[in-house]
């Protein structure tokens, strides 16, 4: 006999993932079409613009929709429409077990940081230093955590839209959208924060000095001691 689960009830991030996910199979937004920005989405549907977010990181991960950093959302060019339920079923396989997240994350996301490193402009090395440096703006008395953690999205994505390897682009959304409740949970132990800013202060540091060797270290330490906090998570 197959375990049965109790039926879960749609959450709003998977109206916004189904109602947008509809403009595209059904042509209203066609292939290259641009997607609203996430606030004037978040006012259409009566939502917070975290929703907003979630659901099109959800929507980039099985291809229905590509996220540039610095410009916004579009409709996949070269991407098959996906039903919407095929969308809600992928939306439920998150990875819980933080040992798993652990590894996959190591795997991908250092794989990714050393191919991008070697393939960076001057301007898109300057967008990574913007963005560490609203990561230090942040305070960390007040501890805004989902700020934090959305400001590493965005970097990591950005180190991911700049490898020259389109499917390592894929993976790093793929990881940023898997990751997301254990990140939160990550962000609240002490250090963690510091951490973050530290290991991707060298890495940026170390990639505008060409410096492969430093480059390495800076990913190595990240998740070494990131390994560290994973330990104290409740």
Request: glycine fraction near 4%.
């Amino acid at each position: 006999m197959v375990k049965i689960n109790p039926i879960k009830r749609m959450t709003v991030t998977e109206q916004v993932m189904e109602q947008v996910a509809s403009w595209i199979t059904s042509n209203q937004l066609k292939p290259g079409d641009k997607l609203p920005n996430e606030r004037l989405l978040a006012e259409e549907f009566g939502v917070n613009r975290g929703r907003i977010r979630e659901s099109l990181r959800a929507l980039s991960l099985i291809g229905l929709i590509t996220i540039k950093p610095g410009e916004g959302s579009f409709v996949s060019k070269h991407e098959s429409p996906i039903p919407s339920e095929t969308i809600i079923w992928m939306y439920y396989n998150e990875i819980n077990n933080l040992e798993e997240v652990y590894a996959a994350r190591k795997l991908i996301e250092s794989e990714i940081y050393f191919e991008a490193s070697q393939n960076m402009s001057k301007e898109e090395i300057e967008v990574l230093e913007k963005i560490l440096g609203q990561l230090k703006e942040l305070s960390v008395k007040d501890k805004n955590t989902q700020a934090f953690q959305e400001l590493l999205d965005e970097f990591d994505l950005h180190m991911g839209f700049c490898s020259s390897n389109k499917i390592y682009s894929k993976l790093m959304q793929t990881i940023v959208y898997l990751r997301h409740e254990t990140m939160l949970k990550l962000l609240n132990v002490p250090g963690a924060w510091e951490n973050s800013i530290h290991c991707r202060t060298m890495l940026v540091k170390a990639i505008k000095d060409h410096d492969n060797e430093t480059v390495k270290k800076a990913i190595e330490l990240n998740f070494t001691n990131a390994k560290k906090f994973y330990g104290k998570v409740n």
